[in-house]
């Protein structure tokens, strides 16, 4: 039986029969290294750009106001900090390893973790399964780092620094045999990654899925040719829609969605942050004249293809995150399409709001497409349209008085239209590979808590960390997690005892209590880090001394069928720094597979 469906129109015409659900998202973006932090930002209307730092490149000593051959015309950007720090131990890496691993790699893995932690699946779980790994990328600069210092100081080690690998990592860390596909589309990457991912899961090719983005500019190479190109705006703003767009700001940034099946998912008892009811993949080909240029009418067919895919009727989209660039060209030919096909039937006292991330992060490039749908289902889960921002101006490039369209300049509200939300995501690359998501809104009814008339007067409730300063920190975060402002605060215990013994992963170094309440079980943790046992309860005994001994105990006989997953604490990594050093890679640490 279809789930999705149940004989409602969820989605005004789309029944989701072909819905594919977002169980677990994870993201490190300038100003917000999770989906949390991100939602403040976007709703507080931050600009998380910044001054290029000088370790990446002396900005200051290459600024020309005016575009010239081997200089930049901005001194600003979107950046992640620490890019250089990893828990190596963790992934069972040496330092040298880590030290010679593309730091796209590093945060790959890292991220990937969190959007299983996210989702509920312990990576165990689905190890060995045919499941796929796309992820978007179109940089190797750690690569350029070290060609740079010679060709001495490329050792075999190189090897698995390249662009290939950024999936291949994934598939290898978690042991997932399905597809591992590293995609570059320019731009719209990591968009077409998840729309290659959702056709696997449609087709049955994969029953889980991760599609990823990344990008690190770690060498001006990228900033100078764009500075050529009069692309690079020069005060390091995305300014999407607005007279004065001049350019965009290229930025870091990191990604990750894991993806089922709808039914799957459901009948998992997953968290469904947001469903992706249909997309399409496009290319201009000649319409525009020029290879370069996107044009109005690919655009158009873009848009049209996507929302006959998702069963979706194109004026019932409420927003759209757009690819919103803030470029001269490509913004009008972005409103153009948008309210040529979304502008059907559309009633004038609606109009579609049409924003874009990259006016607060900067623009992303392999990393753009996730960082707009994180975004996205951020919107739908809060019911809110946020600000996008350095709009002021409208551009009068733009038909904004025939166009349904506007740029929201503060926070908007859904409204309640009698079904779900709906939005609508695009991407485009330099050589006019477009994308386009269709995403829906998870019906509340799916997360909903069940209750039952007799439930258990306590449980025992588990933690584990793969060392005893990560054990510490992560106790600290459960207490964090469940104080009154804490975003865990009044979740069920039975909830809260469940997730942590079944839907996480468990490490060498375990804590186990038992507890009556959450206010028991914030006491007994307390406890614990003042150095005081608490002792089990008797009944609880055998399968805590179970688990504290390295045990994976039965829990199914402990916890009701109505027990339901909720989120959790993420993993709090013990991280260092690794970076190039001046010998550059070790031949002791390549696989014996190269000899």
Not at 144 to 152: F, I, M, N, Y
Not at 177 to 200: E, F, K, M, N, Y
Not at 207 to 217: E, F
Not at 579 to 591: H, M
Request: charged share 20%; hydrophobic share 40%; proline share 6%.
């Amino acid at each position: 039986m279809n789930t999705a469906g149940a004989g409602v129109r969820r989605w005004g015409r789309s029944d989701g029969r072909d819905a594919i659900a977002v169980v677990g998202m994870a993201c490190r973006l300038p100003g917000a290294d999770s989906a949390e932090q991100l939602w403040s930002l976007l709703r507080e209307g931050v600009d998380a750009t910044g001054d290029t730092p000088v370790e990446r490149y002396d900005a200051k000593a290459m600024h020309t106001p005016l575009p010239r051959r081997g200089k930049v015309t901005s001194l600003r950007s979107g950046y992640l900090t620490l890019i250089d720090h990893f828990d190596a131990e963790f992934f069972g890496m040496s330092e040298n390893e880590a030290r010679d691993l593309d730091p796209q790699q590093r945060l790959l893995l890292m991220s990937a973790w969190e959007a299983l932690e996210d989702a509920g699946l312990p990576p165990s779980a689905v190890a060995g399964s045919r499941a796929g790994v796309y992820v978007g990328a179109l940089h190797v600069d750690y690569w350029t780092l070290v060609a740079r210092r010679g060709l001495e100081a490329i050792t075999p080690a190189a090897i698995y620094n390249h662009l290939s690998i950024l999936s291949g990592r994934l598939s290898y860390a978690f042991d997932l045999r399905g597809p591992s596909i590293t995609l570059d589309t320019a731009c719209s990457s990591s968009l077409v990654a998840v729309h290659l991912a959702c056709q696997s899961l449609r087709a049955g090719e994969t029953g889980l899925a991760l599609a990823a983005g990344v990008n690190l500019k770690l060498v001006p190479d990228i900033d100078v040719m764009i500075s050529q190109l009069r692309m690079f705006a020069p005060d390091g703003r995305c300014k999407f829609g607005d007279a004065s767009a001049d350019g965009f700001a290229p930025s870091d940034g990191v990604g990750v969605v894991v993806l089922k099946r709808l039914d799957d998912a459901l009948a998992a008892g997953d968290r469904v942050r947001g469903v992706i009811l249909g997309s399409a993949v496009s290319n201009d080909g000649a319409s525009s004249g020029s290879l370069l240029t996107p044009s109005v009418e690919g655009h158009v067919q873009m848009l049209r293809w996507a929302y006959e895919n998702a069963g979706v009727a194109p004026g019932d989209v409420d927003f759209v995150e757009a690819h919103g660039t803030g470029t001269p060209m490509i913004d009008p030919i972005e409103f153009a399409g948008l309210g040529e096909v979304l502008g059907e039937h559309r009633p004038t006292d609606r109009p579609l709001y049409v924003g874009s991330v990259k006016s607060n992060v900067g623009h992303t490039q392999g990393a753009a497409g996730i960082a707009a749908l994180i975004k996205t289902l951020l919107c739908l889960e809060h019911r809110e349209v946020v600000p996008s921002l350095h709009f002021d101006n409208p551009n009068p490039k733009v038909a904004w008085d025939q166009l349904p369209v506007r740029v929201p300049t503060e926070v908007h509200p859904i409204a309640d239209r009698g079904r779900l939300a709906l939005a609508g995501i695009s991407g485009q690359g330099i050589s006019s590979v477009n994308a386009h998501l269709v995403v829906g809104e998870a019906d509340p009814a799916w997360r909903a808590p069940e209750r039952t008339a007799a439930e258990a007067d306590a449980y025992p409730f588990v933690v584990s960390a793969r060392d005893p300063n990560a054990l510490d920190d992560l106790v600290r975060r459960y207490l964090d997690h469940l104080a009154p402002e804490g975003i865990g605060h009044g979740t069920p215990l039975r909830d809260l005892c469940f997730s942590a013994a079944v839907r996480r992963e468990h490490h060498p170094c375990r804590l186990a209590v038992t507890a009556s309440s959450v206010d028991d079980l914030g006491d007994a943790l307390r406890r614990y880090l003042n150095g005081e046992v608490t002792p089990a309860r008797p009944r609880f005994a055998a399968i805590v001394e179970e688990y504290l001994g390295g045990g994976a105990p039965d829990w199914g006989s402990l916890f009701p069928a109505s027990a339901r997953w909720v989120p959790l604490p993420r993993y709090p990594w013990q991280t260092r720094a690794y970076w190039l050093d001046d010998a550059g890679g070790r031949q002791s640490d390549v696989d014996s597979a190269f000899g």
